[in-house]
């Protein structure tokens, strides 16, 4: 149940951000996102209640710069990862969604 709840608060905030698109298109960016091996762990490698930084996910995925960026920008714009900036650092961690889906899709 608070899952659930929060789950619809960060829906509602990224509706008043305007970060959420209209069904439709949100399921075509989820399944655009996921279509990609490396992107599905990449997922998995943040983890639940975890934040790795550009620089780890990188390394763990021998990505370039670009293809890194790549990868990010589509799971930010899926909404299964954010990006925080710490101490001039960039770290990735899971949205509720990204911690849904590793939860009841790729955990079973």
């Not at 997922?43 to 293809?67: A, C, H, M, P, Y």
């Amino acid at each position: 149940m608070e899952g659930d709840m929060r789950m619809q608060e960060w829906l509602e905030k990224m509706k008043k951000e305007g970060k959420l698109r209209e069904p439709t298109e949100d399921h075509r960016m989820r399944l655009i996102a996921l279509q990609n091996r490396i992107r599905r762990e990449i997922i998995r490698f943040i983890g639940v209640g975890s934040k790795k930084s550009f620089e780890e996910i990188k390394e763990r995925f021998n990505l370039t710069d670009t293809q890194a960026k790549m990868h990010l920008g589509l799971l930010e714009q899926a909404l299964f990862v954010e990006s925080i900036e710490e101490n001039g650092k960039k770290f990735y961690m899971l949205t509720p969604r990204g911690e849904a889906h590793l939860e009841h899709v790729e955990l079973k």
